[in-house]
């Protein structure tokens, strides 16, 4: 093939095929077909997670999507209202620090993979047993 693919069915405007796909010709146009299209949205996927710059809004839809959420429901996972999911999505609203954050690891988890959340959860857990490790003593006061 001699020229990339601009890829847009994703949804994103920076993603470009240099092979795996093939474009044909019919009575209708041209159509593309993607060799491992399950495969390529999960690589896109991982670089989108693994990035060092803030997520995009269309990359949360990406990664929304991917993870077959609905706004109202991403929304609700995150504590918010399927409008201020929509307004992230659109970029008329920056995605929040802390939504950037969630997201990329809920995705990492998702697909099984251990994320840097899930072991600080279980670090603190940890530091929490040892807390709960004491032996408390309690006694009836005789007024509840």
């Known amino acids: 093939m001699s020229e990339d693919y601009h890829y847009t069915g994703c949804g994103l405007d920076n993603v470009w095929l240099r092979n795996g796909y ?19 949205h999960q690589t896109i996927a991982s670089l989108l997670v693994n990035k060092a710059a803030p997520l ?22 995150l504590g918010r209202e399927p ?3 929509a307004l992230w999505e659109k970029g008329q609203s920056r995605v929040p620090e802390v939504v950037d954050y969630l997201i990329r ?12 959340y899930v072991e600080e959860v279980e670090r603190l857990r940890a ?11 309690l006694q009836d006061s005789g007024t509840g």
């Open 105 to 116: 690891h809920i995705y990492k988890q998702a697909i099984g993979e251990r994320s840097v």
């Open 56 to 77: 995009t809004g269309a990359e949360l839809r990406f990664l929304r999507i991917e993870l077959d959420l609905s706004q109202r429901r991403l929304g609700e996972l």
């Open 22 to 40: 093939r474009i044909a010709e019919d009575v209708y146009g041209q159509s593309v077909s993607i060799d491992n299209l399950p495969g390529l």
């Open 127 to 137: 530091l929490d047993q040892q807390d709960y490790d004491r032996q408390f003593i």
């Open 83 to 85: 409008q201020t999911v």
